[in-house]
């Protein structure tokens, strides 16, 4: 079974508007971490946000939230007020226990003018 | 402070060659990644270090063996390169374990003939 999904290869979003970009993952791990990655065209990853598990609260950074909905295991990423520097690949990341990674497929966002 | 540097940036082998691909940071990080990226694949993990001396396996370990004499370089070597390597491999590395970031470096693009 995968460990992280990301169901959507490719979104569109009109500038100033918000997008989210779904992401779900699989674990027994009582203790785990969910990450969001940015990777523009350049290719360097650039972190974006970080969930806990134990974290009570969505975490928020900027115009980045991430809607965690533990009993559903899923991560969503939310980006609020598109701009165009926001076209990019995103990447769903888990931290189990352990210190194993794994990464979701990627969405590939573009924002419209 | 530089972050995290990969040497080479590209490289082009041959089948059965091998190579040594170099990270480094100047964080005094404990922890350090290499990962793999392929196309609709996201990144992948390889092998990980927790520590100087320490090194373990992680989701895709073979054919790719790692060292890390020194607590700011971590070495993926490719002792007989096989075209299924053809990838872009990061490197990372974080404080700890619980730290909620991983800090990538730039990547290096391996293409095996």
């Known amino acids: 079974a995968q460990k992280i999904t990301q169901t959507q290869p490719g979104m569109f979003v009109q500038e100033k508007e918000a997008v989210t970009l779904d992401c779900t993952y699989d674990t027994s791990d009582p203790s785990y971490g969910l990450f969001w990655y940015k990777q523009p065209s350049s290719g360097e990853m650039i972190f974006l946000i970080y969930?806990?598990?134990?974290?009570?609260q969505n975490a928020t950074e900027g115009r980045y939230s991430l809607n965690f909905q533990k009993a559903r295991k899923s991560a969503n990423l939310v980006i609020s007020a598109s701009q165009l520097g926001d076209s990019a690949m995103y990447f769903c990341a888990m931290r189990e226990t352990g210190n194993q990674f794994y990464f979701g497929t990627g969405t590939s966002l573009t924002v419209i003018p | 402070n530089a972050g995290v540097t990969q040497t080479p940036k590209f490289r082009v082998l041959k089948t059965g060659q091998s190579m040594t691909l170099l990270c480094a940071q100047d964080m005094n990080h404990e922890y350090m990644y290499w990962y793999r990226q392929d196309p609709g694949m996201g990144l992948r993990l390889i092998h990980y270090?927790?520590?100087?001396?320490?090194?373990a396996k992680g989701e895709v370990p073979d054919g790719y063996n790692v060292s890390r004499l020194k607590k700011q370089n971590f070495l993926l070597g490719l002792e007989s390169a096989a075209p299924s390597q053809t990838s872009v491999y990061f490197c990372?590395?974080?404080?700890?374990?619980?730290?909620?970031?991983?800090?990538f470096g730039p990547g290096t693009r391996l293409t095996v003939l």
């Open positions: 990372a590395s974080s404080p700890d374990l619980y730290y909620n970031e991983q800090f």
């Open positions: 969930q806990g598990s134990y974290d009570q």
């Open positions: 270090s927790v520590g100087e001396g320490t090194t």
